[in-house]
């Protein structure tokens, strides 16, 4: 139980640091997005809803559904801990230094490539994912050489998670959380 519980807290630390935008740069009105996560058990559907209200208030709503067998289900848990499970990714694998990115994404250059602690960023192109302009790029971490994450970072958007977080290893997806709706104000 105890192993669980602190694997439990690691996953709620991994996911809130892939967050890239604040609460408060989200307009008034409501913004809906809608992400599908794959690759441990079930496929996940995430849906956050960012109301900004007068008077510098918010209302966030927070989804998540999955489809699977009993067992499936059983296995995984309810309220969020399967999200939660997934939002690690693969087994030790330390993501923390994407916020850099998060942080500095306004600065990077498409065709360019970025020393960061403990890997290296390249920038493939410019695109859009689910309506949303971002910057699309690769992150190799230097101590998986046989790993490669897929990065999308919003460029105007205020999108709360990585429009795009795509985990390969040897070639074969392990994990990928993807924008699939976007609705603005």
Known sequence: MRRTLVFFLLAVFSVLSLAQTEIRDFPQGKTEMVWVLTGFGPAQELRLA???LPEGRFRVSLGLSLEGTAPELSALGFFGAPLLVQAMGSQALDLSVLSV????????????????????FFVREKGEIAGVLCLIGEFRPADRPETLIDVALSLGDPVYFLPLLRVRERGRTTFEMVLVEYRRP
């Open 50 to 52: 960012v109301e900004g």
């Open 101 to 120: 990115l998060v942080r500095r994404r306004e600065a990077l250059a498409v065709g360019e490539r970025y020393a960061l602690p403990g890997g290296e």
